[in-house]
């Protein structure tokens, strides 16, 4: 018997980082030794010869929903939330470039001097010259996630998956972490994701996704090489579709 079909390499992806892995070890703030490790996971995909865009949210900064308490309304939170992920883009656009990786920041909140603003056609053009583009300003507006800001962003770049990099090694029935009996799934579709409500991504981003037919990958970030094997189609984490 031959060996089966090789994996699917994707051409373009777009990579969602929660803002948290930033912080490394730590509860809030950018950890050198964290930011590193992300940038050159991020470079060792991007020698696979596909284009990647990155989504980042702003955790390590400033967790609106938490941090607001009664002295700040939403709006406000949000917001201050979207300008915390510029900061942790501009900390990723560096750390990319210093390891040889172009990259080009673009942001849904006008602040021209730090980084250009989101132009859809540019930024498929960036990624045709080979260069990672990460979206900083969430959708530039409040009551959106960063989950959402990513899945919108896929979307209109036309991204062939969306990577949702985070701290377990896919979905699960329940949380590993304080459930011991809790069972991977390797495979489910929208509806089910949505249904069960297994906290992937928020119901918007999984139902815009659902919508346009754009598959999710959910994998651990922490293990050396996921995102490599992501982008080159291997099987890792869990895949969600419909």
Not at 79 to 97: F, H, R, V, Y
Request: glycine share 8%.
């Amino acid at each position: 018997m031959g060996p089966g079909p090789a994996p699917k390499r994707f051409k373009r992806v777009l990579l969602k980082l929660s803002g948290e892995a930033l912080a490394g070890t730590g509860r809030r703030g950018i950890d050198s030794q964290a930011l590193t490790f992300i940038c050159k996971e991020i470079k060792d995909a991007f020698e696979k010869n596909v284009q990647i865009a990155l989504v980042v949210g702003a955790g390590n900064i400033w967790r609106g929903a938490q941090d607001r308490g009664e002295a700040i309304d939403r709006v406000t939170a949000d917001n201050m939330g979207m300008l915390a992920t510029i900061i942790n883009a501009l900390a990723l656009q560096d750390s990319l470039e210093e390891i040889g990786v172009p990259t080009r920041v673009q942001s849904a909140i006008q602040v021209t001097q730090l980084a250009e603003p989101y132009i859809r056609r540019r930024a498929i053009r960036h990624l045709e010259k080979g260069r990672v583009v990460i979206f900083a300003g969430g959708t530039g507006n409040p009551y959106f996630t960063t989950d959402s800001a990513a899945a919108l962003r896929a979307t209109e770049i036309e991204a062939e998956v969306l990577l949702k990099a985070t701290k377990v090694d896919g979905v699960y029935t329940d949380d590993p972490r304080r459930n011991p009996k809790a069972k991977k799934i390797r495979e489910i579709n929208f509806m089910d994701a949505i249904r069960k409500r297994l906290r992937v991504m928020d119901s918007t981003a999984l139902t815009l996704c659902m919508e346009n037919a754009l598959p999710i990958l959910v994998f651990n970030m922490h293990q050396t090489g996921n995102i490599a094997k992501a982008v080159s189609g291997q099987k890792v984490g869990t895949l969600i579709r419909e």
